[in-house]
């Protein structure tokens, strides 16, 4: 079964930075793209940031040059490093992996950015 759990969130101050983790588990992930998608309060879940078993990674416009993807293979977890947040980067953070045809997602970490 797999297991996805997200933590690091909190609520911090305009300018602020936050490091989130996501620590996988049931199996090994080395080999898939793993990623952070948010949803603020009323919207629909976005991409922020995608990274492929070789540490190639993608991000959304909107957090290009504040945001970092990292991973750690040996234990199944990536990271999402952000930096000079704003408060449009209130969102619920969720981790995913999409093995075979199948997405994971995590419960979630809040993230509060109060201006």
């Known amino acids: 079964q797999v297991q996805l759990v997200e933590s690091g969130g909190g609520l911090v101050q305009a300018g602020g930075s936050l490091r989130l983790s996501c620590a996988a588990s049931g199996g090994s992930f080395s080999m898939f793209v793993m990623g952070w998608y948010r949803q603020a309060p009323g919207k629909q879940r976005e991409f922020v940031a995608v990274i492929s078993s070789t540490g190639s990674t993608n991000y959304a416009d909107s957090v290009k040059g504040r945001f970092t993807i990292s991973r750690d293979n040996a234990n199944n977890s990536i990271y999402l490093q952000m930096n000079s947040l704003k408060p449009e980067d209130t969102a619920v953070y969720y981790c995913?992996?999409?093995?075979?045809?199948?997405?994971?997602w995590g419960q979630g970490t809040q993230v509060t950015v109060s201006s």
């Open positions: 995913n992996v999409v093995v075979g045809p199948v997405p994971y």
